[in-house]
């Protein structure tokens, strides 16, 4: 078998083997096909599909590429929980310490982000002093004393996707559902939690534009999992509007704080009070009205807030000095109306442009800056009315590309729910 083979295959519209799939993953790896051949096979994947059964060999050779994380040593139920990706998302900072508060655990290995904002790394790592590499012994231990850890991921966990996602952020080659499902469901098999939770973000801040699209590639990583013997549940949710008010690293820690003290935003609360419903409805079988209830007494009662102190602690972070810069400025509407459209993906690239989130692998990240939303998509605002707080540091940003991210008018476009679909 040569490596042309294999990418004829696929550009004649044929269902590749498992032992192509196999080879295509192992020649990439062992440096034997060069990365233009392997860039060529994903654009061939992107133009003609994989089936659910390529897409299974295709996670399979991921997940078996490097290492796997053994949780055994972790009593009880290990959830882990992944976004697709959106602006504002700091729902694993509130989650993480929520579940830890009613039972289930959570041991998290997170990412840095590439992109708009950080990832979820990023975002703890803005918390003073704050160790996001720890020992797997040690990651195993603060779980088992507290009920949560994210860490940053540690060893060789799959090294196909790292390289395969270089590969496809500079070929045109991301948005494709079985190579986003595959990435996805292999490190969070590698992960190895009991049951995973997705969060699939569908809107124009959003890898997944459509409902569509964003149910395919649900479906197809729910059937994967199960080919694993993994229960997958997947929140189809809306990211035509940033999630909550804040974006950036230290304001998104600020508010994910603010959320696990019960006053924060409305939006940021409806969706963790939800997935973590859907949690304690899956795991004890708590019937999901009540599950609600519950986890909101637990946001009210600061009893979540002080598992995410004692994560901070455990990982020698200090609260006390959360940086945030003092550069304000008030962006004011120059129109009358209701806010009918924001355009999402600009705003976080907005926040990207002043040095909340990064392109390249080595840029760095600046955790004091970002912005807020004083208003939100449905909301009736006067001209000089503030509509966004930004906070600068050594980067400007010029107020027309602010502006020009809100659609304002007269007749009010009814607002989308938060949660689209709950697909299992
Ligand atoms: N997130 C991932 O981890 N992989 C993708 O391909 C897309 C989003």
Redesign the pocket.
């Known amino acids: 078998m040569t490596i042309i083979d294999v990418i004829e295959h696929k550009k004649n519209k044929k269902k590749l083997t498992e032992e192509e799939i196999n080879f295509m993953i192992t020649g990439m790896l062992d440096g034997s096909i060069l990365d233009y051949q392997i860039s060529s096979l994903l654009m061939a994947i992107v133009l003609n599909g994989m089936d659910e059964e390529e897409t299974f060999y295709l996670t399979k050779a991921m997940l078996n590429s490097g290492d796997k994380i053994d949780l055994s040593k972790i009593n009880g139920i290990k959830v882990d929980k992944?976004s697709?990706?959106g602006v504002g998302d700091k729902v694993t900072l509130v989650l993480g310490p929520l579940l830890a508060s009613l039972g289930p655990k959570m041991a998290k290995m997170s990412?840095r982000g590439l992109g708009h904002t950080g990832g979820t790394i990023d975002k703890l790592e803005a918390i003073d002093g704050f160790k996001v590499e720890l020992s797997q012994d040690d990651f195993i231990k603060e779980v088992n004393d507290i009920g949560l850890a994210i860490i940053s991921q540690t060893g060789n966990i799959v090294p196909a996707?790292k390289k395969l996602?270089a590969l496809?952020d500079v070929t045109g080659t991301?948005d494709s559902i079985p190579?986003?499902a595959s990435?996805?469901m292999s490190?969070k098999l590698a992960s190895g939690a009991d049951m995973i939770f997705i969060d699939v973000k569908v809107g124009n801040g959003a890898?997944m534009k459509d409902i569509d699209s964003a149910r395919s590639l649900a479906k197809m990583m729910i059937n994967i999992g199960r080919r694993f013997d993994k229960t997958v549940i997947c929140l189809l949710t809306n990211m035509n509007e940033p999630l909550g008010n804040a974006v950036g690293n230290a304001l998104e820690v600020q508010e994910a704080i603010e959320t696990l003290k019960g006053y924060g935003p409305a939006d940021l609360i409806e969706l963790v009070i939800n997935m973590a419903a859907l949690v304690l409805n899956k795991t004890e079988d708590m019937p999901l009205e009540d599950a609600k209830t519950l986890c909101l007494k637990k946001l009210q009662s600061g009893d979540a807030y002080h598992k995410f102190e004692e994560m901070v602690t455990y990982q020698k972070g200090d609260l006390t000095n959360l940086k945030i810069s003092k550069r304000i400025f008030s962006v004011k509407s120059a129109k009358e109306g209701y806010i009918n459209h924001i355009d999402t993906f600009g705003l976080g690239e907005i926040a990207r442009l002043i040095g909340a989130g990064r392109l390249a692998k080595t840029d760095v990240i600046d955790p004091s800056v970002g912005f807020t939303l004083t208003h939100k998509i449905g909301d009736y605002v006067k001209v000089n009315d503030e509509l966004i707080k930004i906070y600068l540091n050594e980067k400007d940003m010029k107020i027309e590309t602010i502006l020009n991210c809100f659609d304002i008018g007269m007749e009010k476009v009814d607002k989308e729910p938060l949660i689209y679909e709950i697909i299992s």
Request: net charge positive.
């Open positions: 992944h697709t990706g990412g996707d996602y496809r991301v190579l986003i990435s996805i490190k890898l």
